[in-house]
C-alpha cells in the first residue's frame, strides 16, 4: 500500500533516477488499455472522460493502445486548461493521429456533448491523487452523468462484467488510478457545499505501482499495474523525499516545532552542533539543557538558543525533574550529545528515558542504555556500526545484509533505528529506507551531532522513519554541497550552514 503523498515522493524519485513521470504515463496509458481489453472485445466503444491533469494524461496514452475499439476522447476544458506539459503533449498526439478527441469547453453546461450514451465502457480519468478538496465544477455534473449512464456500482453487477457483450444494458466503468472525488487514501468523498458527497462508481479500478489504502473499502475489482518504477525509487532516499516537507504558507512560529537538546558535560561542542542543526533543518525554537559547567560556551556559540545549566560538570539522576519540565513542552527531545558515558549519567538517561512518553532522537553514549530500558517514548536511535554493536546490534559487511538485520533489530528494538554509514540504513522495523548521500570527508568529528539535530528538528513534523530517512539525506548532500564546492577538510559546522539548502525542494 502506498499513500498519494509517498507515491509523490517516489515517483519524483523514479524521475531523479532517469525515469522520467512521461514514461510512467505511457506504462500507465498502456495499463488501462490492457485491463480494457480484458473486459471488452475490439470493436466497442470506448469513452475516455478526461481532466486536466495527469490522470487525465495516462487516458490519452490509453486512447493510443486502444485502436481497434471505437474510441471517444473527451477533455473536460479546453486544451490551454491541461495542467501539465506530459498531459498536453499527449493530447496533441491524439488530435494530430485524428483519434475521435474532442475538448469540451463547458461539459457541466452540456454533458450531453460528453457521448457518454452508447459506450460500452466508460473511462473515468478526471481526478486521480491530485484532488483536493471537495469535487467542483465540472466534474461534480459530469461524475452525476457517468453514474446516471453507468447505472451505478450497485444498480447492476452483471452489467461489469458483461461489458463485453454489445447488449450490456450499462457501460462498465473503469476508474484510472482513483474514481474521481475518492481520496486515494481514505476512501472518504468530501461532501460539496450543498453537502452531496459525488464520486464516480466505478466497476473496476486499475491504479499504478502499488495498492492505495482508499481502494479497498469500495468492494471493486482493482488492478496493480506495475508501470516501471524501479524498486530503488522507494528504497533509496531521494529528492523526492524532501515533497513531504512542503511548508503550509500560512504557517506560523512553533508550527515547526520546538526541540529541547539534552548534552553536554565531558564534551561541549557537541550540543551545540545538534542544537544549531536542529535550527537550521528548521525547527522553530531550540532549548539547550546542559551541565552548568558548559552553558556559558554553549550560549556563546549562539545568541538563537536558549540554554538552561544543571549544577555541576555532567548531567546526573538530580537533574531529572528539572530536565523532564523542560522536555515536557517541546515537541521532540534530541538526547545525548556530548553527555559522556559516567556511571550517574548513564543512571540520569535510563531514568530520563523510562519516564519519557514523547519523541526522541538518542545519540551518542545514551544509546548503549536504550535496549535495557522500557519506555513509552518513541525514539529514533541513531547509532554508527560501533555504537549498533556496543546496543547488542548485528554488523555485516555487506549493506544490504546489514540493512536486513538492522531492520529486524528494530523490529525487536521496538524504536526507529538510523545506522550510518557509506549507506546508511534507515528503518522502522518494517519499511527501509537506504541513504547514498554523503562522503568520506564527513568522518570528521561532529557531523554526527549534526545529524541528530537534523533529525530531531524533521521529527517534529514527520514521522520517525521520514525524519530519520530525510535527516540522513539532508545531511549527506550538505556535506556532498561542501566538498563539491571546496573539497574535503570540511568541518561539522560547513554542513550545518549548508543544511537549509540540502532540504530545498525545487519542485
Ligand atoms: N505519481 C505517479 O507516479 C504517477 C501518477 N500518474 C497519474 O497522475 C495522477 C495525478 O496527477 P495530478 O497530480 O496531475 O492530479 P490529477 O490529475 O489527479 O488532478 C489534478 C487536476 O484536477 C484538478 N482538480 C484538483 N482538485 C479538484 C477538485 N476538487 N475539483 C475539480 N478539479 C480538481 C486540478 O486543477 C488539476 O487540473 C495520478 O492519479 C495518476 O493517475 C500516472 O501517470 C502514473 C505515475
Ligand atoms: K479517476
Same mark, same amino acid.
Given at each position: 500500500?502506498?499513500?498519494?503523498?509517498?507515491?509523490?515522493?517516489?515517483?519524483?524519485?523514479?524521475?531523479?533516477?532517469?525515469?522520467?513521470?512521461?514514461?510512467?504515463?505511457e506504462s500507465a496509458g498502456n495499463a488501462i488499455a490492457r485491463e480494457i481489453r480484458s473486459i471488452a472485445d475490439p470493436g466497442s466503444t470506448v469513452t475516455l472522460v478526461c481532466g486536466r491533469g495527469n490522470n487525465g494524461?495516462?487516458?490519452?496514452?490509453?486512447?493510443?493502445?486502444?485502436?481497434?475499439?471505437?474510441?471517444?476522447?473527451?477533455?473536460?476544458?479546453?486544451?490551454?486548461?491541461?495542467?501539465?506539459?506530459?498531459?498536453?503533449?499527449?493530447?496533441?498526439?491524439?488530435?494530430?493521429?485524428?483519434?475521435?478527441?474532442?475538448?469540451?469547453?463547458?461539459?457541466?453546461?452540456?454533458?450531453?456533448?460528453?457521448?457518454?450514451?452508447?459506450?460500452?465502457?466508460?473511462?473515468?480519468?478526471?481526478?486521480?491523487?491530485?484532488?483536493?478538496?471537495?469535487?467542483?465544477?465540472?466534474?461534480?455534473? @459530469?461524475?452525476?452523468?457517468?453514474?446516471?449512464?453507468?447505472?451505478?456500482?450497485?444498480?447492476?453487477?452483471?452489467?461489469?462484467?458483461?461489458?463485453?457483450?454489445?447488449?450490456?444494458?450499462?457501460?462498465?466503468?473503469?476508474?484510472?488510478?482513483?474514481?474521481?472525488?475518492?481520496?486515494?487514501?481514505?476512501?472518504?468523498?468530501?461532501?460539496?457545499?450543498?453537502?452531496?458527497?459525488?464520486?464516480?462508481?466505478?466497476?473496476?479500478?486499475?491504479?499504478?505501482?502499488?495498492?492505495?489504502?482508499?481502494?479497498?473499502?469500495?468492494?471493486?475489482?482493482?488492478?496493480?499495474?506495475?508501470?516501471?518504477?524501479?524498486?530503488?525509487?522507494?528504497?533509496?532516499?531521494?529528492?523526492?523525499?524532501?515533497?513531504?516537507?512542503?511548508?503550509?504558507?500560512?504557517?506560523?512560529?512553533?508550527?515547526?516545532?520546538?526541540?529541547?537538546?539534552?548534552?553536554?558535560?565531558?564534551?561541549?561542542?557537541?550540543?551545540?552542533?545538534?542544537?544549531?542543526?536542529?535550527?537550521?533543518?528548521?525547527?522553530?525554537?531550540?532549548? @539547550?539543557?546542559?551541565?552548568?559547567?558548559?552553558?556559558?560556551?554553549?550560549?556563546?556559540?549562539?545568541?538563537?538558543?536558549?540554554?538552561?545549566?544543571?549544577?555541576?560538570?555532567?548531567?546526573?539522576?538530580?537533574?531529572?525533574?528539572?530536565?523532564?519540565?523542560?522536555?515536557?513542552?517541546?515537541?521532540?527531545?534530541?538526547?545525548?550529545?556530548?553527555?559522556?558515558?559516567?556511571?550517574?549519567?548513564?543512571?540520569?538517561?535510563?531514568?530520563?528515558?523510562?519516564?519519557?512518553?514523547?519523541?526522541a532522537v538518542v545519540d551518542a553514549d545514551a544509546l548503549q542504555v536504550v535496549p535495557e530500558v522500557e519506555t513509552d517514548a518513541t525514539l529514533v536511535c541513531t547509532p554508527h556500526q560501533g555504537e549498533l554493536r556496543r546496543m547488542g546490534g548485528p554488523s555485516a559487511e555487506d549493506w544490504r545484509e546489514r540493512?536486513?538485520?538492522?531492520?529486524?533489530?528494530?523490529?525487536?528494538?521496538?524504536?526507529?533505528?538510523?545506522?550510518?554509514?557509506?549507506?546508511?540504513?534507515?528503518?522502522?522495523?518494517?519499511?527501509?529506507?537506504?541513504?547514498?548521500?554523503?562522503?568520506?570527508?564527513?568522518?570528521?568529528?561532529?557531523?554526527?551531532?549534526?545529524?541528530?539535530?537534523?533529525?530531531?528538528?524533521?521529527?517534529?513534523?514527520?514521522?520517525?522513519?521520514?525524519?530519520?530517512?530525510?535527516?540522513?539525506?539532508?545531511?549527506?548532500?550538505?556535506?556532498?554541497?561542501?566538498?563539491?564546492?571546496?573539497?574535503?577538510?570540511?568541518?561539522?559546522?560547513?554542513?550545518?550552514?549548508?543544511?537549509?539548502?540540502?532540504?530545498?525542494?525545487?519542485?
Amino acid at each position: 500500500m502506498i499513500t498519494a503523498q509517498r507515491m509523490a515522493s517516489v515517483d519524483a524519485n523514479a524521475a531523479a533516477l532517469g525515469v522520467p513521470r512521461a514514461k510512467l504515463m505511457e506504462s500507465a496509458g498502456n495499463a488501462i488499455a490492457r485491463e480494457i481489453r480484458s473486459i471488452a472485445d475490439p470493436g466497442s466503444t470506448v469513452t475516455l472522460v478526461c481532466g486536466r491533469g495527469n490522470n487525465g494524461g495516462d487516458a490519452l496514452v490509453a486512447a493510443r493502445f486502444l485502436s481497434d475499439f471505437e474510441v471517444r476522447v473527451r477533455l473536460l476544458g479546453r486544451r490551454e486548461s491541461v495542467s501539465t506539459g506530459i498531459a498536453r503533449e499527449n493530447w496533441d498526439a491524439l488530435s494530430a493521429a485524428e483519434i475521435d478527441a474532442r475538448a469540451v469547453a463547458a461539459p457541466a453546461a452540456e454533458p450531453a456533448s460528453l457521448d457518454l450514451e452508447g459506450s460500452d465502457v466508460i473511462v473515468d480519468a478526471m481526478l486521480g491523487t491530485g484532488v483536493t478538496g471537495a469535487v467542483r465544477e465540472p466534474e461534480r455534473t @459530469v461524475i452525476r452523468r457517468i453514474n446516471e449512464v453507468g447505472g451505478g456500482r450497485g444498480s447492476d453487477a452483471d452489467a461489469s462484467t458483461s461489458g463485453s457483450h454489445a447488449d450490456a444494458r450499462a457501460p462498465t466503468v473503469v476508474a484510472v488510478d482513483v474514481p474521481s472525488g475518492v481520496d486515494a487514501d481514505t476512501g472518504e468523498v468530501e461532501p460539496g457545499p450543498d453537502g452531496e458527497r459525488l464520486a464516480v462508481e466505478a466497476d473496476r479500478v486499475v491504479t499504478f505501482h502499488d495498492g492505495k489504502p482508499g481502494l479497498a473499502t469500495l468492494g471493486v475489482p482493482v488492478t496493480v499495474a506495475d508501470i516501471g518504477i524501479p524498486e530503488a525509487a522507494e528504497l533509496f532516499t531521494g529528492p523526492g523525499d524532501l515533497l513531504a516537507l512542503g511548508r503550509e504558507p500560512e504557517s506560523h512560529k512553533g508550527d515547526h516545532g520546538e526541540v529541547l537538546v539534552v548534552g553536554g558535560g565531558p564534551y561541549t561542542g557537541a550540543p551545540t552542533l545538534a542544537a544549531r542543526s536542529a535550527l537550521r533543518a528548521g525547527a522553530d525554537l531550540v532549548r @539547550v539543557a546542559c551541565p552548568e559547567s558548559v552553558a556559558r560556551e554553549v550560549q556563546g556559540f549562539s545568541e538563537n538558543l536558549i540554554v538552561h545549566g544543571f549544577a555541576g560538570e555532567t548531567l546526573a539522576p538530580s537533574h531529572l525533574d528539572g530536565i523532564s519540565e523542560l522536555a515536557e513542552g517541546r515537541d521532540v527531545v534530541v538526547f545525548g550529545p556530548g553527555l559522556g558515558d559516567a556511571d550517574a549519567t548513564l543512571e540520569f538517561v535510563e531514568r530520563f528515558l523510562g519516564a519519557y512518553d514523547g519523541r526522541a532522537v538518542v545519540d551518542a553514549d545514551a544509546l548503549q542504555v536504550v535496549p535495557e530500558v522500557e519506555t513509552d517514548a518513541t525514539l529514533v536511535c541513531t547509532p554508527h556500526q560501533g555504537e549498533l554493536r556496543r546496543m547488542g546490534g548485528p554488523s555485516a559487511e555487506d549493506w544490504r545484509e546489514r540493512a536486513d538485520l538492522v531492520r529486524s533489530f528494530a523490529a525487536d528494538l521496538g524504536h526507529a533505528v538510523l545506522v550510518k554509514g557509506a549507506y546508511d540504513v534507515i528503518t522502522d522495523g518494517e519499511a527501509l529506507r537506504v541513504n547514498r548521500t554523503g562522503n568520506p570527508g564527513m568522518t570528521v568529528g561532529g557531523t554526527g551531532d549534526v545529524l541528530a539535530g537534523a533529525v530531531g528538528a524533521l521529527a517534529c513534523t514527520q514521522s520517525p522513519l521520514q525524519a530519520a530517512a530525510i535527516g540522513a539525506y539532508a545531511n549527506g548532500r550538505a556535506g556532498d554541497l561542501v566538498v563539491d564546492e571546496r573539497g574535503y577538510g570540511l568541518v561539522a559546522t560547513d554542513l550545518i550552514d549548508r543544511l537549509p539548502e540540502a532540504l530545498r525542494t525545487d519542485e
